[in-house]
């Protein structure tokens, strides 16, 4: 079970920090990531942090802009998002992964955290 905070409203240029808390004992051994969705849109990955040990992937619309991290001993996701865009506005979803490697299959969400950028 995850769950995410930090949504807000900010003006486009500023910065958030998403956080997404799991429960369980397994963290560490999870692929984690964070996925959005706008009105009208269909949920997009932007971020994915895999559990074997390789980098971090991003969407190429927040790539450079986002930035994905974890801390295993506190079972933590982060979405650091700075220089946000109004096209960044969207429900934010931390989402647990079905493979040992970043892919579009996520097997579990939380409810998520809205994000809204203003011009």
């Known amino acids: 079970q995850v769950k995410e905070s930090g949504g807000s409203l900010v003006q486009a240029g500023g910065s958030l920090r998403l956080t997404c808390t799991a429960s369980g004992s397994t963290f560490r051994d999870l692929t984690m990531g964070w996925t959005r969705q706008a009105p009208g849109k269909e949920r997009e990955t932007v971020a994915c942090f895999p559990r074997n040990g390789f980098d971090p992937a991003y969407s190429d619309s927040v790539n450079g802009r986002f930035t994905i991290s974890r801390d295993n001993a506190r079972n933590t996701l982060y979405l650091q998002m700075n220089d946000l865009k109004t096209e960044d506005t969207a429900m934010y979803f931390c989402?647990?992964?079905?493979?040992?490697?970043?892919?579009?299959?996520?097997?579990?969400w939380g409810q998520g955290t809205q994000v809204t950028v203003s011009s």
């Open positions: 989402a647990v992964g079905q493979y040992p490697f970043c892919s579009d299959s996520w097997g579990s």
